[in-house]
């Protein structure tokens, strides 16, 4: 296999991207032009799919046999091999695909690059169903966003004003599925040995979820900004509905003492906002049932200063402590590190909030330093 660079053609995305800022197409086009040609980091790819599973067709009278559920898993081993011990896992969000780990919109380079140049082999997985992961016809809908949803939420967010933080966004540089996945990510695990998964969005309770099958084979779990809060959505849709009925996930997860109905088992109550601009939080009534297999591992959830996200996290740092999961909480306006949102790993900052990420990950990891964002 040859060793060449990760370039990637950027055109189509570009476009794409131009389509979701059209309303604010200049701020794309200046951090286009500032693109640094800071060079892509050199590495081995190779590829394959983990998980799945044959099903009879039966809707056509054949009987034939499909493969599904399987997911695609992209391997990049640095130039010179890796000298770091555990790899990282990417998994990506909802409605998106393992190619938001290797650039940024407007060329630079992405965490992916970066982890490589630092000696870690990357793994970046697309969720079965998602991109080169295909999707089975009568599986249900996939979620796609229009332009104008993506632009309030993501890319834009300091002009649709939705939250009391939106206004700060300046870094943007212009139930079915849960359990496939969790079952593809054992598979993953399972093949490549302990990892550091670092998961966004929508794939973060694919993180608590994969960690709780195999948490002897997750090294460090680290959650940009997690799919969230606990139990109810609020923000974007805030209509009090129990859209994750076992807490941080929509599917069983182990608890201690066992649950079986989250809905009787896991007993709520709604604790007030703690300050200004921040939402309030559905938790467990104390004493609160533990995660004994998410107690196994160190976690870290990543926040912005700008996203929606920004509202609600710490409910679900708060969630996590009382379960008996050691979490840490990066709240990168305390880090000094200002202006992102919900995509803070493609905004123009980018490489300065891997680089904290992974100043964490050593001191788990190793017990080199103390870590502290205080």
């Known amino acids: 296999m040859n060793t060449r660079s990760m370039a990637v053609d950027l055109s189509v995305f570009r476009l794409l991207l131009l389509a979701f800022l059209l309303p604010h197409a200049s701020y794309f086009a200046v951090a286009y032009l500032n693109a640094s040609n800071d060079p892509e980091a050199l590495a081995t790819r190779s590829y394959f799919y983990v998980g799945g599973e044959y099903v009879t067709m039966t809707q056509d009278g054949t009987g034939m046999h499909f493969f599904k559920n399987q997911m695609y898993v992209e391997k990049l081993v640095p130039q010179g091999g890796a000298k770091q011990a555990e790899p990282v896992v990417f998994v990506h969000g909802q409605a998106q695909t393992g190619t938001n780990w290797l650039n940024t919109p407007d060329g630079r380079k992405g965490w992916a690059s970066w982890f490589l140049q630092k000696r870690y082999t990357v793994y970046i997985v697309d969720q079965p169903q998602r991109g080169r992961s295909p999707y089975m016809p009568g599986d249900g809908s996939l979620a796609t966003y229009s332009a104008e949803f993506i632009s309030k939420l ?210 788990k990891l190793y017990a080199s330093t103390n870590v502290s964002w205080a």
Request: with cysteine; charged share 15%.
């Open 154 to 363: 993501f890319t834009a967010v300091q002009f649709s004003n939705l939250w009391p933080q939106a206004r700060l966004h300046t870094q943007w540089p212009g139930v079915t599925v849960q359990t496939a996945n969790q079952r593809s990510g054992a598979a993953l695990l399972d093949l490549i040995g302990p990892a550091v998964i670092i998961t966004h969005s929508q794939g973060g309770p694919l993180g608590f979820l994969i960690a709780d099958a195999r948490p002897s084979k997750v090294r460090a779990l680290i959650s940009l900004e997690p799919q969230g809060p606990p139990f109810e959505d609020r923000v974007v849709t805030d209509s009090r509905a129990i859209t994750r009925p076992w807490g941080i996930t929509s599917i069983p997860i182990t608890y201690n003492p066992r649950v079986v109905n989250p809905a009787v088992d896991l007993k709520r109550t709604s604790v007030q906002p703690e300050g200004p601009s921040l939402s309030d939080c559905i938790l467990q009534v104390s004493p609160a049932k533990q995660l004994p297999n998410l107690a196994r591992l160190p976690h870290l959830i990543v926040t912005t200063q700008a996203s929606f996200h920004a509202v609600y996290d710490y409910c679900t740092v708060r969630y996590l402590q009382e379960a008996g999961v050691p979490v840490d909480f990066l709240d990168l306006p305390k880090a000094r590190i200002y202006g992102n949102a919900h995509f803070m790993f493609l905004e123009k900052n980018n490489l300065v909030i891997a680089a904290e990420v992974e100043r964490w990950m050593k001191s």
